[in-house]
């Protein structure tokens, strides 16, 4: 059974950052793609930025957070983290990690809220 827990969200001024981390259960982690998604309040969820199964190839909706985020992953943990620089108050939302694979199952996400 796939599962995935996100966790690192809060609350963090305009400028700052914030790590935000998934662990990915149920599943051969190291083969899967794995991407972040956001969902601001009243819209809906959009892709912010993936990694492939080795690693090896990153991207990013380069509109909103490239050069700003940077996803990376570590296989032996079966984790994948989404390191959030220079954050703005439009990256507010909530946060969900998802396999490329199993397509139809995401995490209950983690809130990013941006604010001074």
């Known amino acids: 059974q796939v599962q995935l827990v996100e966790s690192g969200g809060g609350l963090v001024q305009p400028g700052g950052s914030l790590r935000l981390s998934c662990e990915a259960f149920?599943?051969?982690?190291?083969?899967?793609?794995m991407s972040w998604y956001r969902q601001a309040p009243g819209k809906g969820r959009h892709f912010v930025a993936s990694?492939?199964?080795?690693?090896?190839?990153?991207?990013y909706n380069a509109d909103s957070v490239k050069g700003r985020f940077i996803i990376s992953r570590d296989d032996a943990k079966n984790m994948v983290y989404l390191q959030m620089n220079f954050l703005l108050p439009e990256d507010t939302a909530v946060y969900y990690c998802?396999?490329?694979?199993?397509?139809?199952?995401w995490g209950q996400g983690t809130q990013v809220t941006v604010s001074s």
């Open positions: 149920g599943f051969t982690f190291s083969t899967s793609a």
């Open positions: 998802r396999s490329d694979i199993y397509l139809s199952d």
């Open positions: 990694i492939s199964g080795n690693g090896g190839r990153t991207s």
